[in-house]
């Protein structure tokens, strides 16, 4: 049977953490960010963790997870 193959927009996107949770990247901190407050850009800062409604639906699009 052929290799499965990895939907490769989903591992430029997630990143799967030892304990098998989804981390992606927030959105909205490209551009425009001046008319949010300081509260929110450093809320936003750094990467989040996928809910788990979405989990296996990316994880199909990962059969070997990403390294």
């Given at each position: 049977?052929?290799?499965m193959k990895t939907k490769k927009?989903?591992?430029?996107?997630?990143?799967?953490?030892?304990?098998?949770?989804?981390k992606h990247g927030v959105a909205g901190k490209r551009h425009r960010l001046i008319s949010h407050?300081?509260?929110?850009?450093?809320q936003n800062r750094g990467t989040s963790v996928?809910?788990?409604a979405?989990?296996?639906r990316v994880?199909?699009?990962l059969p070997y997870g990403t390294k």
């Open positions: 049977m052929p290799k927009a989903a591992a430029k996107r997630f990143k799967i953490t030892a304990t098998g949770k989804l407050n300081a509260k929110y850009i450093r996928a809910a788990k979405d989990e296996a994880k199909s699009w």
